[in-house]
């Protein structure tokens, strides 16, 4: 029957009972009534059945009393409708009846009977709901046991997994109250089996997935088991799966998706899973327009995402971005929303981060106001009112840096010693001793009180002990803990401390496992402790571990981390200060190789560019100022320019990056006199200064870079006023910066330097008493093993030698002679800074008679040799790379004059092995890397076949002139190779002079070896110092004869080498050409030659027309010595006494010598010419032709290459073979880079440079003719280090070789060429000697000089080598 029309016929019924006429008929249709009214309201759910059905329900009841007790129906029947009515309408009254009527209905059921399991499910529903009303826990446990026993009585089905799920929500809600994780435990249990129950497609499973959801959710954040983080998600991708878009519960299910996410990030660190719940919240965002009731919420979720994303990669637009959705958010929750404490939080700690990012005060400021207004909403007493202390303190903390207001700090460790009394019973009290230790060390660092200090030690130590040995927060805490006890140590200095730091941060590390998001971090942490450890016990290991663990976290960082440009630029630090402490160039090389690494990974636009833009330009900036490359300077200025346009005027990291291009280009200001760099460095400070205001804990450091700044323009203008400011700078510099401190020594020198320089303009000894007791306090900061005490000493020295210059104490010199040599040896300093401290101390002892002087000379040549091989691994100029090593370019020689000092002594045999030791020092390096290893192969062939391959790869690197041409990268990867194999020479050599016999392998030849050169004839070293030049004979046997040499002054001897530099390069008219070379050459005799020339005939006796060798010394090189003469009628001049020769150096001449034998051979030797007449770009050379048809006609076995065949690859092909080599071509001297001079074949591209030849290396070369313009020019720069095309082919293996001085007239190569040949082979082709060589050159010039050819083409040829 319909159910409608039965409802009607039992109310008509009804209707025909009169007014309290009761019959049991009537309590029987009123039940039924009831009954179907309930029904028809579950089909409909029209309020007005429900609301009849309890009235004709409560009427039958009312019968009931008159006549019997009623039934379990009519009980359950009102007692359910009582439950329906109040899940619509939540009223008080109905739920007391709802649950009155169920238990009385229960009392009536007993077990098993088939209504108890309703009535039981009811009484949980509606206990339940009066639970969530007046929170009385007994309510709870009621329905907990209601739903027990309705679960007993069911089997498996729908209503067994709505018990199940109900039970389920009933104990989430008792676990939450007593904090009690079994009941949880329970409850995802039952709640499994009810989604088990329910399976897909079941109408009412999204339900039991929400409630799982919600209850993994709240077990994993209280026990964090990954387990359920993995259920939580895959139920929480089901739910959105089971809600596509368009369902109206669409966005919570994104939501949940998106918490599950957020929370698997904060366990996992990965990225990609932050960002996909962003987009999940992005999305539900869009689903809940204005007006939606959920918007609020959802705005939230997205900004804390956001933020949580910036904390981790530091993007300023996500935190930007979240800002604006906090902004939103508050505006929708107005004064008296629940949930408006809760937004201006996080809107508070969001701009607090961003006030972090940028120097504008408005983050600050506002943060601040926020977190007050939080303050207001949670008063004392408050759950929320200790957090929002904190919160507040942290943010005042920040905005403190912005300002540097101490009333901020001082309120922040206020507020947050509130947040940690007993009476704010605040949970979190770890996190809070944790802040207040970290805002305790920050006062500490600015105020110097350690009782803040140690007040931060202990309430970290106490947060330690919060924290079991598994919260995620004690990694945390120890590393905030290490950090405090290493402040301690650094103002106390007790070890106990340092190595606690040390364990303390060891255990971080084992805390943090491999895969952990924090181990890198922590690796980093306590890498950046040894270092400070190693600053204090220069151990070592301490430093080489530091650099390990900064390598092990980067290995924990793939190429895209977040983290990686951090710990490259940490690495790349550590590696500076282990350049630092121990020298080694690749190591600075490395730490700049780090950096450049990290700034590839960092584009424009990137968070951690900006850092390392400025450690990359810094550490460049350091590497100009240890090898003086001037490249390096101008890509710091670049990168620091770049660093400073990322600090725009509001960004908190402005003044640093000032500071550091100011410093830059003060450095190039000073390195290349450019004032207009000094005045933008001043600008830069300036503006540094204004954003570091009085009391800024950064203001000493802008203040002494602004004295510096002045410092450096005084030293340009000598404008007293300059020098005033630098000095006012300084002075107020020293008075705010903190006692001890690395800013604090800087400010004392600085200011002593600037002092001194008062001094010396003014001429007031006050002012350089002041000077010199300031430095005195500079070395009590700068103790052994600092990098600048090497400065500190040099500066003290030159003070105290300034001082007995006026006073004339003699202590002082004493004090300043030992500061010079600590300088000198100190190993901590780069190698030109200890070599000007060489120089200055050799001038001081010189100048006073001091004793120290041979130390000083020997100290100085040690460094020299050196640098010279440092230099050459990198610097391919060698006008760049003799600066750097320390040569002087006025042509002043630390050996000449050394030498100079031990003829003073009568030491002669010093004296040349000084002169031999400090000159043509590439040039005998380059020797040594080509030795003959005969004996060593005898006696170790592993050994010696090492050395010989390291040998080589040397050689080429040093030879190698040409840059590489790729990014800086590259070329810094090629430095560190060649300094690694410059370094495994060094041990490979001394290796092989630990076997027997060859204990001086390689080492300065013995006066006794260097005499055996002179095996051919006397050899004359011509000796030109500041101190006295001399000439000295180096004879077969005997003494070594000193010849003093008054009239060739350094001067003297400079004005003779530009006279003839002016004619050869401006060539003027023949007649007045020759007046001015016969004059020099006659001042050349008079000065140099003549005194040497009257010891050969009257001392040693040597017969006319014997062979001499000439070795000069700095400008003398560029003089024509075996042309000098009186140029007087009836008088000789010096080629009519002996045949001239030149040598580089004795050793030269030692190894040309060595193992020579006469050719024996009836074929005579294997001559090769490389004629070109015509080369691409230069003059015609006509007479080459001629030239090279005589040398057909004297010299058999000739292959001649001329014309297209003057290619590169077949001239060396041919050298290979030959035994003399003759070159008519074009020559070109390369002044500052030697090995690009070159001999100019058919093209340019196809030039044989000095490179090519010497790389081939010439086993039987015997002879090279140079018939070539420029072949032996010297070089005005250095010329005792001139590497030129004469005396490299003697490198490359030539024992003897002619060359020419200027530009040759081309007609005269041929004359040469056939007298040359025709001396040579004048006993035959089988009785060669290459001895000879010097005569044939001679008997060709002496044609010349017959047929009366001008001065300057005839003294333009030179022989070297035997």
């Known amino acids: 029957m319909d159910l409608s029309v039965c409802i009607a016929c039992l109310e008509i019924a009804i209707s025909l009972y009169q007014p309290l006429h009761t019959t049991p008929l009537l309590i029987v249709i009123l039940d039924y009534l009831a009954s179907a009214l309930l029904k028809r309201y579950q089909h409909t759910r029209n309020r007005r059945d429900l609301d009849d059905c309890i009235c004709r329900q409560r009427e039958a009841l009312s019968l009931h009393t008159l006549t019997q007790p009623p039934g379990p129906n009519p009980l359950n029947i009102i007692g359910t409708a009582l439950m329906f009515r109040v899940r619509e309408s939540g009223e008080v009254v109905d739920l007391e009846e709802c649950i009155a009527r169920n238990r009385e209905c229960l009392l009536v059921c007993p077990p098993g009977h088939p209504l108890r399991p309703s009535t039981l499910a009811n009484l949980g529903a509606a206990t339940y709901r009066r639970f969530q009303n007046v929170k009385n826990m007994s309510d709870l446990d009621d329905c907990i046991a209601y739903h027990r026993e309705t679960l007993l009585s069911h089997g498996i089905g729908q209503d067994r997994s709505e018990t199940l799920t109900n039970l389920a929500i009933a104990l989430k809600s008792r676990s939450l109250e007593n904090d009690d994780m079994s009941d949880l435990d329970e409850c995802i249990q039952y709640l499994r089996e009810a989604l088990q129950l329910r399976p897909l497609g079941h109408t009412t499973r999204p339900t039991t997935l929400q409630h799982f959801i919600s209850a993994l ?737 040397v050689a080429d690197a040093t030879l190698s002139s040409d840059r590489v041409e790729e990014p800086k990268a590259t070329s810094d990867d090629v430095v560190a190779r060649r300094q690694r194999q410059a370094a495994d020479w060094n041990r490979t050599l001394e290796e092989i002079r630990q076997l027997d016999g060859f204990d001086t392998f390689l080492r300065a030849m013995p006066f006794e070896k260097l005499q055996t050169a002179a095996s051919g004839g006397p050899i004359i070293l011509i000796n030109i110092s500041q101190y006295g030049s001399s000439a000295i004979i180096v004879r077969a046997a005997g003494d070594p004869l000193p010849i003093p040499l008054p009239e060739a002054t350094p001067s003297a001897v400079i004005a003779l080498a530009n006279t003839l530099l002016r004619t050869t390069t401006i060539r003027p008219e023949e007649y007045e050409s020759n007046r001015i070379l016969q004059d020099m050459l006659r001042e050349i005799w008079k000065k140099i030659v003549e005194p040497v020339v009257f010891e050969l005939e009257t001392t040693l006796k040597l017969p006319r027309g014997s062979r001499i060798w000439w070795i000069p010394t700095s400008f003398s090189w560029l003089l024509p010595l075996h042309a000098s003469g009186p140029y007087q009628p009836g008088m000789r001049n010096l080629p009519d006494f002996y045949v001239s020769s030149y040598a580089p150096t004795l050793s030269a001449l030692v190894r040309a010598r060595a193992g020579y034998r006469p050719m024996k051979k009836a074929s005579g030797p294997r001559m090769v010419v490389v004629a070109q007449a015509g080369a691409e770009g230069e003059a015609e050379l006509p007479s080459v032709h001629d030239e090279v048809a005589l040398i057909r006609q004297t010299v058999p076995q000739t292959t001649v290459i001329e014309g297209d065949e003057c290619k590169r690859e077949i001239v060396l092909t041919r050298m290979k073979d030959a035994t003399w080599a003759h070159f008519s071509c074009h020559g070109n001297q390369h002044r500052t880079e030697p090995f690009k001079s070159h001999f100019s074949l058919r093209t340019r591209a196809t030039s044989l440079t000095l490179l090519d030849i010497v790389k081939i290396g010439l086993s039987d070369a015997e002879i090279a003719v140079l018939s070539a313009c420029h072949s032996a020019t010297g070089d005005v720069s250095t010329p005792d280090e001139a590497i030129h095309l004469t005396s490299g082919m003697m490198l490359a293996g030539f024992r003897g070789v002619v060359g020419t001085m200027w530009a040759m007239a081309d007609m005269d190569g041929p004359v040469i060429a056939e007298e040359f040949y025709k001396y040579m082979l004048r006993n035959g082709p089988e009785a060669v000697d290459c001895r000879g060589a010097a005569k044939a050159l001679d008997k060709g010039v002496r044609r010349l000089r017959k047929a009366n050819v001008p001065f300057e083409r005839w003294i333009n040829f030179v022989h070297y080598g035997i």
Not at 299 to 319: I, P, V
């Open 217 to 953: 959710r709240v077990r994993l954040q209280n026990r964090k088991q990954l387990v359920d983080m993995d259920e939580w998600i895959g139920l929480c991708r089901e739910a959105l799966v089971l809600h596509p878009m368009g369902h109206t519960d669409h966005a919570a299910a994104l939501t949940d998706l998106a918490n599950a996410l957020i929370t698997h990030f904060q366990h996992s660190g990965r990225i990609e899973v932050l960002s996909e719940c962003i987009s999940h919240y992005r999305t539900a965002l869009q689903l809940c327009p204005f007006g939606d009731p959920n918007r609020a919420t959802t705005l939230t979720n997205l900004a804390t995402a956001l933020t949580t994303r910036f904390e981790y990669n530091g993007g300023t637009m996500d935190l930007e971005e979240g800002i604006s959705h906090y902004d939103e958010a508050l505006l929708l929750r107005p004064l008296g929303h629940p949930d408006r404490l809760e937004t201006l939080t996080s809107l508070g700690i969001a701009l607090g981060l961003l006030s972090e990012q940028r120097t504008s005060m408005e983050y600050p400021n506002r943060s601040v106001q926020l977190l007050r207004e939080c303050l207001l909403l949670c008063p004392a007493g408050h759950p929320r009112h200790a957090p929002t202390l904190a919160n507040l303190g942290n943010a005042l903390r920040i905005r403190f840096w912005r300002r540097g207001e101490m009333a901020d700090l001082r309120e922040c460790i206020e507020l947050l010693r509130d947040a940690l009394l007993p009476s704010s019973n605040y949970h979190n009290r770890s996190v809070a001793l944790t802040g207040l230790g970290a805002a305790l060390q920050r006062r500490f660092r600015l105020l110097g009180q350690m009782s803040d200090l140690e007040e931060s030690i202990n309430v970290c130590q106490e947060a330690l002990l919060l924290l079991s040995t598994r919260h995620q927060g004690r990694p945390s805490t120890l590393n905030n803990l290490g950090t405090g006890l290493l402040q301690r140590f650094r103002k106390k200095g007790g070890m106990t401390d340092i190595e606690q730091a040390v364990e303390l941060h060891r255990e971080a590390i084992l805390l943090c496992t491999t895969g952990h998001p924090q181990r890198s971090p922590s690796l980093n942490n306590l890498g950046n402790v040894l270092r400070t450890r190693f600053e204090q016990t220069a151990q070592n290991s301490d430093l080489d571990e530091c650099i390990e663990l900064h390598r092990d976290a980067l290995n924990f960082c793939a190429a895209a981390h977040p983290r990686r440009p951090e710990i490259l630029n940490c690495l790349g630090s550590a590696l500076q200060r282990r350049f630092e402490h121990r020298g080694r160039a690749f190591d600075l090389d490395d730490a700049i190789e780090q950096h450049r690494e990290s700034l590839s990974i960092c584009p424009v636009g990137h968070h951690e560019r900006l850092s390392t833009l400025s450690s990359l330009g810094v550490a460049l900036n350091k590497r100009f100022v240890q090898k003086g490359e001037i490249g390096d300077l101008y890509e710091s200025i670049d990168l620091l320019r770049e660093a400073l346009a990322l600090s725009p005027l509001d960004d908190q990291n402005r003044p640093l990056s000032l500071d550091n291009l100011a410093s830059a280009l003060r450095a190039r200001g000073k390195e290349l006199g450019d004032l207009a760099d000094l005045r933008e460095s001043t600008t830069l400070d300036e503006e540094c200064l204004l954003l570091r205001p009085v009391g800024h804990h950064a203001r000493s450091s802008t203040l002494n870079s602004l004295g510096l700044a002045w410092k450096f323009r005084f030293d340009q203008t000598e404008a007293m006023p300059d020098l005033l400011e630098c000095i006012k700078y300084h002075r107020e510099a020293l008075m705010i910066c903190q006692t001890g401190s690395g800013s604090h020594a800087s400010n004392l020198h600085n200011l002593a330097n600037a002092l001194e320089a008062l001094h010396w303009k003014g001429g007031d000894i006050r002012d350089l008493n002041e000077s010199i007791e300031l430095l005195r306090d500079t070395l009590l900061v700068h103790p052994v093993g600092h990098t600048a005490r090497s400065g500190s000493l040099y500066s003290l020295a030159l003070a105290l030698n300034r001082r007995f210059q006026i006073t004339g104490n003699q202590t002082d010199i004493d004090e300043c002679v030992q500061h010079y040599e600590a300088a000198v040896r100190y190993d901590f300093s780069p190698l030109h800074h200890r070599l000007l401290a060489s120089n200055s101390w050799i001038s001081t002892a010189r100048q006073n008679g001091l004793e120290s002087l041979e130390a000083a000379y020997t100290a100085s040549l040690d460094l020299l040799e050196r640098s010279i091989i440092v230099a050459a691994s990198r610097i391919p100029d060698v006008h760049a790379r003799m600066t750097h090593a320390g040569f002087n370019p006025n042509g002043r020689n630390v050996s000449l004059d050394a030498a100079s000092y031990a003829i003073e002594k009568h030491d002669i045999k010093t004296a040349v092995a000084l002169m031999e030791r400090g000159r043509a020092l590439l040039f005998t390096q380059l020797g040594n890397y080509r030795t003959p290893l005969d004996d060593l192969e005898a006696a170790d062939q592993e050994l010696a076949d090492r050395f010989r391959k390291l040998s080589t790869a």
